[in-house]
Nanobody
Framework: QVHFVESGGGLVQPGGSLRLSCVAS????????MAWYRQAPGMQREWVAT???????VYSQSAKGRFTISRDNSKKTMYLQMNILKPEDTAVYYC????????WGLGTQVTVST
């Protein structure tokens, strides 16, 4: 059974950058279409970005132009480079398979604040 561990979050000022990582253990990462999600306080979890096996990517409207999703199959790792961060990006960020998601990990907290 595959599971994912997110890391790289932290406190950053508006306009700053962070790079999140998602490491897979178990399973076969190379065949998964993967995605990033986030959940702000009091809100439902929302989709942020998807990366397909071909390397094609799709972004939510809020992420487009500021975030970049990527993956390194040799390291079983997916990344989310987040630039020009805004206070409304504050959330716990999660990764999972885009299709047939498995149990959610603990996520990584991103706080954008002065």
């Amino acid at each position: 059974q595959v599971h994912f561990v997110e890391s790289g979050g932290g406190l950053v000022q508006p306009g700053g950058s962070l790079r999140l990582s998602c490491v897979a253990s178990g399973g076969n990462f190379n065949i998964y279409t993967m995605a990033w999600y986030r959940q702000a306080p009091g809100m439902q979890r929302e989709w942020v970005a998807t990366i397909y096996l071909t390397g094609n990517t799709v972004y939510s409207q809020s992420a487009k132009g500021r975030f970049t999703i990527s993956r390194d199959n040799s390291k079983k790792t997916m990344y989310l480079q987040m630039n020009i961060l805004k206070p409304e990006d504050t959330a716990v960020y999660y990764c999972n398979r885009a299709v047939d998601p498995v149990a959610w990990g603990l996520g990584t907290q991103v706080t954008v604040s002065t």
